[in-house]
């Protein structure tokens, strides 16, 4: 039988992974690309011609709203940023060339370009629309012309600049962190699988309801990986570096696919086992001699989980014991609803699940990028 595993408050998780992630390889290469990149447009921003040269502190600005952990990421944000610069701009230049700013005509735009951003037209670049009509109204006064000018000049070089360095030093493909958090996933569900054997082997009902609890997570965790993978198959679009990454990306869905399976019967598992130990209205008794061969089940399949695909001979030997302990489990369903002709629901229900577990157990693992 396997221990359950000692766990960490969910606060201590949660700020150590949120340290771990911004300490990441491919998050450090970005804070570097970006310093890199303001840095260059600093310097060259006063030597810009005309009025632009007056403005130069908008070229940073461009130079760090174009970074982007990818190359698609930082293009789409980059256009974005200028096309909703632009309209604002384009507003406050109505106002200039007509009424002028003042009281009633600051606030109307600003409102105007509020309503803009809401239409998803701009993306990122939504916020820009009322704040350069903004800047240009409040900042520009009257030389409203020259500011925009340089306001939207400077921008486009900061953008210009990050985009080269962003392309010069191209970021690694996300496929090899989304394979990690893939594999991170399975040992999850492993776990998990674990800790509901163990459960109700130990003692009945189970006094630990840190299993029940954790099911929930698993959903989270699933959404958490596709947004992941996602991330990883655009990081791949037009990257250098990113050559034969599509098939590791493909096969990357394709194993999420099934670990979401898994994760669906394992909580169904959980969810059956606790209607039958808190007496919900979906419960059904579970029989004495269920609890044993069950949890013996539970532990064999999820060292199945564990392993993955692989085909060495210990993993097709924990292949074969978790087919014979859910034969056993079925086998003592079998006599025990013979002897006392009453239905085995709880031992059903996981014996079905767990055989369609070993089943998605064998879906390819990724292979390292």
Same mark, same amino acid.
């Given at each position: 039988?396997?221990?359950?595993?000692?766990?960490?408050?969910?606060?201590?998780?949660?700020?150590?992974?949120?340290?771990?992630?911004?300490?990441?390889?491919?998050?450090?290469?970005?804070?570097?690309?970006?310093?890199?990149?303001?840095?260059?447009?600093?310097?060259?921003?006063?030597?810009?011609?005309?009025?632009?040269?007056?403005?130069?502190?908008?070229?940073?600005?461009?130079?760090?709203?174009?970074?982007?952990?990818?190359?698609?990421?930082?293009?789409?944000?980059?256009?974005?940023?200028?096309?909703?610069?632009?309209?604002?701009?384009?507003?406050?230049?109505?106002?200039?060339?007509?009424?002028?700013?003042?009281?009633?005509?600051?606030?109307?735009?600003?409102?105007?370009?509020?309503?803009?951003? $809401?239409?998803?037209?701009?993306?990122?670049?939504?916020?820009?629309?009322?704040?350069?009509?903004?800047?240009?109204?409040?900042?520009?006064?009257?030389?409203?012309?020259?500011?925009?000018?340089?306001?939207?000049?400077?921008?486009?070089?900061?953008?210009?600049?990050?985009?080269?360095?962003?392309?010069?030093?191209?970021?690694?493909?996300?496929?090899?962190? @989304?394979?990690?958090?893939?594999?991170?996933?399975?040992?999850?569900?492993?776990?998990?699988?674990?800790?509901?054997?163990?459960?109700?082997?130990?003692?009945?009902?189970?006094?630990?309801?840190?299993?029940?609890?954790?099911?929930?997570?698993?959903?989270?965790?699933?959404?958490?990986? %596709?947004?992941?993978?996602?991330?990883?198959?655009?990081?791949?679009?037009?990257?250098?570096?990113?050559?034969?990454?599509?098939? %590791?990306?493909?096969?990357?869905?394709?194993?999420?696919?099934?670990?979401?399976?898994?994760?669906?019967?394992?909580?169904?598992?959980?969810?059956?086992?606790?209607?039958?130990?808190?007496?919900?209205?979906?419960?059904?008794?579970?029989?004495?001699?269920?609890?044993?061969?069950?949890?013996?089940?539970?532990?064999?399949?999820?060292?199945?989980?564990?392993?993955?695909?692989?085909?060495?001979?210990?993993?097709?030997? @924990?292949?074969?014991?978790?087919? %014979?302990?859910?034969?056993?489990?079925?086998?003592?369903?079998?006599?025990?609803?013979?002897?006392? %002709?009453?239905?085995?629901?709880?031992?059903?229900?996981?014996?079905?699940?767990?055989?369609?577990?070993?089943?998605?157990? $064998?879906?390819?693992?990724?292979?390292?990028?």
């Amino acid at each position: 039988m396997t221990p359950s595993r000692p766990r960490l408050p969910a606060r201590r998780v949660g700020i150590a992974r949120a340290l771990h992630d911004a300490v990441r390889p491919a998050r450090l290469l970005l804070v570097a690309k970006t310093a890199l990149a303001v840095a260059l447009a600093w310097l060259i921003a006063p030597h810009m011609p005309g009025v632009t040269q007056e403005y130069p502190y908008y070229a940073p600005l461009g130079a760090l709203v174009s970074m982007y952990p990818t190359l698609m990421g930082s293009a789409r944000s980059s256009l974005q940023t200028l096309l909703g610069l632009a309209t604002g701009i384009g507003l406050a230049t109505v106002v200039v060339l007509t009424v002028g700013p003042n009281w009633w005509t600051i606030p109307l735009v600003v409102a105007i370009g509020v309503l803009l951003s $809401g239409t998803g037209w701009f993306g990122v670049g939504r916020e820009y629309v009322p704040m350069a009509a903004l800047f240009v109204l409040i900042i520009g006064g009257q030389n409203a012309d020259d500011y925009s000018l340089g306001y939207l000049t400077q921008t486009a070089v900061g953008v210009v600049i990050g985009l080269v360095v962003n392309v010069a030093i191209a970021p690694a493909p996300l496929t090899v962190a @989304a394979a990690g958090q893939l594999a991170a996933f399975r040992e999850q569900l492993a776990t998990h699988l674990h800790d509901i054997g163990s459960a109700v082997s130990t003692s009945w009902p189970p006094e630990n309801e840190q299993w029940a609890e954790d099911a929930e997570s698993l959903a989270d965790t699933s959404a958490e990986l %596709r947004a992941a993978l996602a991330e990883a198959e655009e990081s791949r679009r037009g990257n250098p570096r990113a050559r034969g990454h599509r098939t %590791r990306v493909q096969a990357s869905f394709a194993e999420l696919a099934a670990l979401d399976r898994i994760a669906h019967l394992i909580r169904d598992i959980a969810d059956g086992i606790a209607d039958t130990i808190w007496d919900r209205p979906a419960g059904i008794t579970l029989d004495a001699a269920l609890p044993e061969p069950l949890s013996a089940a539970c532990h064999a399949v999820a060292d199945v989980i564990a392993r993955g695909d692989a085909s060495s001979s210990e993993d097709h030997r @924990a292949r074969e014991d978790a087919a %014979r302990a859910i034969r056993i489990l079925l086998e003592v369903i079998d006599e025990r609803t013979v002897d006392v %002709r009453r239905t085995m629901g709880p031992g059903v229900l996981t014996t079905m699940h767990l055989r369609r577990i070993l089943i998605l157990s $064998g879906t390819p693992r990724t292979e390292p990028a």
